[in-house]
């Protein structure tokens, strides 16, 4: 089964940032907003289906996803990243804004569920990454934000996942959250990281990934 990875955070905390150090070849990105990256890279370049090149795909549409996902091992990639995965529902819902009927809610959830299944499916050495942002809920917890309470009845996205890390910055520098403070879904398995506060660099946590499942055929440093 494949691995997917959940990774929170606020916007401008360094979720996208975290990617700097991946290797470009040894993945896709998934871009649903069209955003350029916050560093400089040569290596993420826009796909040409023509042509069959380049790794980063420009979709919000959640069949799309799941496709990439299936497609991405046979590519020989090793990992896929999402960023941001709330817009895959956020865009749906504002492209069917004007309908009026709750089914909406429940077939956008249905999408984002489809998607995670399809990384959970993936074969056992590809990794996939989910970038999402944070809300607070009432009663004080932080959780991904989603769409609505009814699709929140519907699907806890959280629980689809075993690693789930969050975004920090303290006195400017950025890190990852290994473990839950008992307020948000932090959790990562026992053994994986040595600190509740790790380096906020996704190509680390890759490494680290692969080793505690002993997945020999690790991306390239």
Known sequence: MGIPVLILGDSGSG??????????????????????????????QARDFIAKTGNVFHTDLASDLVMIIKHAWRAGRKFVVIDDFQYVMGNS???????????????????????VKAAQAAEDDLIVYFLAHTEETPAGRIKMKTIGKML???ITVEGMFTIALRTSVTDGRY?????SDGTDPVKSPIGLFDS??????????????????????????
């Open 15 to 44: 979720k996208s940032a975290s990617m700097m150090h991946l290797n470009p070849d040894d993945g896709f990105l998934i871009n649903p907003e069209n955003k350029r990256l916050p560093f400089k890279s040569k290596g993420w």
């Open 93 to 115: 819902f504002m492209r069917r804004r004007s309908e009026k009927s709750f089914e909406k809610f429940t077939e956008i959830g249905g999408g984002a569920w489809d998607v």
């Open 152 to 154: 929140d009845e519907k």
């Open 175 to 179: 890190q990852f959250t290994t473990q």
């Open 196 to 221: 509740f506060q790790i380096d906020n660099d996704l190509n680390a946590v890759d490494a680290a990934i692969r080793d505690y499942y002993e997945l020999n055929n690790g991306v390239t440093a």
